[in-house]
């Protein structure tokens, strides 16, 4: 398999992963065959068109190849028809949504390092193709976006991206440096999900009194 036509597979199974869960999130709020199809679209090409409109890319990658809009209404349709067959629809966006990350979070790195960006440009690149899509699909469907959710989401996608980054750099092969970053990604973001793992979060502090304000002067 070439580098293209490698780079290519990663690409299109992260489409289509992050188009499941959109439509996943369809479900969910009960829409019908096209709100189906609307979050699915968003989801699989949103992060990825926001990275092409930063690099300065022009048309954007769906533009030029319109058959990732008609595999992301494709892979939504079936999902209007299969919705029903899991127990638990959300564990599964959550699981589908790990995948995808960890793959953007790769091959929007990759693809950034090809338009010549460099090192901290490129895992930047990684992190929004891994997360805005998502962001996106969860503020159309009226869900609390899983970036503010108190679980490690973001890190991830920062951990897959610039562990692809450095190994790059380092010159590792291709596609070690794509399993391993992958695999990162994956493995934060899987386990955050299976222990609850979150960062340490800001606790309101009560204000300094007028007495404590005078004492510091």
Sequence with gaps: MTFNTAAAVLDWLGVIVFAISGALVGSRKQMDIVGFALMGTVTGVGGGSIRDVLLGKSPVFWVQEPAYLIVCVLVSASVFFAAHLPQSRYRLLLWFDAVGLALFA?????????????????????????????????????????????????TAALCGAALFVALSLAGLPREISVLLGFGAGLLVRGAALHWGWSLPRYRGRPGRTLEEIEQLD
């Excluded at 390092?113 to 090192?119: F, P």
């Design 106 to 154: 790769v091959t929007g790195a990759e693809r950034a390092m090809l338009a010549g960006a460099g090192a901290t440009a490129a895992v930047v690149m990684g992190v929004i193709t891994a997360t805005f899509g998502g962001v996106i699909r969860d503020v159309l469907g009226a869900e609390m976006p899983v970036v503010l959710s108190r679980e490690v989401y973001v």
